[in-house]
Structures are given as structure tokens and as C-alpha cells.
């Protein structure tokens, strides 16, 4: 995966600060850091930072488990007029994900959101797929050609996939 100017550096500082368990955000424009915050296990609260975030941006943050870009990383991608959001997960997988601004409206709540609320209301442990759902929804949706989506998966991710397609084989 090819990085714009600053985003790699980006990475490893969300990826570092994440050690603490919280999500961190961090803002680049043009290579440099314009914007950065930190959040909870499950967020940053971006709902006061517009107009702080210049369009234009690429939109970087940290994951505290091994999921991939969420619908509501990409709506804080089109929120925001950034280019790409990336997410770093514990494991090292890195997620970029973008939207065509064409095609952003039709994405809404009719296909991401009907998936989400059906995996959100399940009981009991998470599964291999449940960990795994994200990345293959976007994997989906961008051979749709809903979503722009690429990956470089780490070890434990790559790992929970082969055992994935090892046991649907069976």
C-alpha cells in the first residue's frame, strides 16, 4: 500500500499511543499533522472538530482490537471532505478506506448500517467471523465498487482469516 505524504508516521504514533487500550485521531494535510485527539476504548469525539479539520485531510486513527474501517469511520471520512481514513488495529493491519462522492449517498444506512445493526444484535462471544466482519464487508463493498478499501494485514489478522477459510472448507 502506497502512503500519502505523513500518513505512515501518523500510523505509528496512533498505533503507539494505543498501547494505553484508547483510540487515538490524528489529522494530515499536505504531511503534516493539523489536527490530533484522543478518545475512549470505542471513540474519538469528533462532533466539535469541524472547521478544525481542513477538507482535504487524510484521517488516521487507532483501533484497540483487530477490526478494520467501520461505517462511522467512513461517514467521518465524507464528514469531514477527507481523502482517506486509515485505521491501524493492535495486530499492525492497516485499513485505508475512501469514498467516490457520487456514490457516497447510496452507501447510507440502506447497506451498512442494516449489516451492522443484525452483528450488533447477536449475544454471546464474538466468532472468527464477527472479529473479521468489517474487513469483509468493506472487501464487499468495494468490489461493488461502493467504497475505495485497501489492506495490509498483520499476523494475527491474516492468521484468523486462513483459519476462516481453512474451516469453511471442511
Given at each position: 500500500?502506497?502512503?500519502?505524504?505523513?500518513?505512515?508516521?501518523?500510523?505509528?504514533?496512533v498505533?503507539?499511543?494505543?498501547?494505553?487500550?484508547?483510540?487515538?485521531?490524528?489529522?494530515?494535510?499536505?504531511?503534516?499533522?493539523?489536527?490530533?485527539?484522543?478518545?475512549?476504548?470505542?471513540?474519538?469525539d469528533?462532533?466539535?472538530?469541524?472547521?478544525?479539520?481542513?477538507?482535504?485531510?487524510?484521517?488516521?486513527?487507532?483501533?484497540?482490537a483487530?477490526?478494520?474501517?467501520?461505517?462511522?469511520?467512513?461517514?467521518?471520512?465524507?464528514?469531514?471532505?477527507?481523502?482517506?481514513?486509515?485505521?491501524?488495529?493492535?495486530?499492525?493491519?492497516?485499513?485505508?478506506?475512501?469514498?467516490?462522492?457520487?456514490?457516497?449517498?447510496?452507501?447510507?444506512?440502506?447497506?451498512?448500517?442494516?449489516?451492522?445493526?443484525?452483528?450488533?444484535?447477536?449475544?454471546?462471544?464474538?466468532?472468527?467471523?464477527?472479529?473479521?466482519?468489517?474487513?469483509?464487508?468493506?472487501?464487499?463493498?468495494?468490489?461493488?465498487?461502493?467504497?475505495?478499501?485497501?489492506?495490509?494485514?498483520?499476523?494475527?489478522?491474516?492468521?484468523?482469516?486462513?483459519?476462516?477459510?481453512?474451516?469453511?472448507?471442511?
Amino acid at each position: 500500500m502506497e502512503y500519502e505524504a505523513g500518513v505512515r508516521a501518523a500510523l505509528d504514533e496512533v498505533q503507539r499511543l494505543g498501547k494505553d487500550g484508547l483510540e487515538h485521531f490524528i489529522a494530515v494535510k499536505d504531511g503534516k499533522e493539523v489536527f490530533r485527539r484522543d478518545g475512549t476504548a470505542e471513540s474519538v469525539d469528533l462532533s466539535d472538530a469541524h472547521g478544525l479539520i481542513p477538507a482535504g485531510a487524510v484521517l488516521v486513527h487507532n483501533h484497540p482490537a483487530l477490526d478494520s474501517l467501520s461505517n462511522m469511520d467512513f461517514y467521518s471520512a465524507k464528514s469531514f471532505n477527507a481523502t482517506a481514513m486509515y485505521a491501524i488495529s493492535t495486530d499492525g493491519s492497516v485499513y485505508k478506506g475512501w469514498l467516490d462522492p457520487h456514490l457516497s449517498n447510496f452507501l447510507g444506512p440502506s447497506v451498512y448500517q442494516m449489516f451492522w445493526r443484525s452483528v450488533r444484535q447477536k449475544q454471546g462471544p464474538l466468532t472468527i467471523e464477527d472479529e473479521l466482519a468489517q474487513h469483509l464487508v468493506n472487501i464487499d463493498l468495494a468490489t461493488m465498487k461502493l467504497i475505495g478499501y485497501e489492506y495490509e494485514l498483520g499476523a494475527e489478522t491474516a492468521a484468523k482469516l486462513a483459519e476462516r477459510a481453512r474451516k469453511s472448507r471442511i
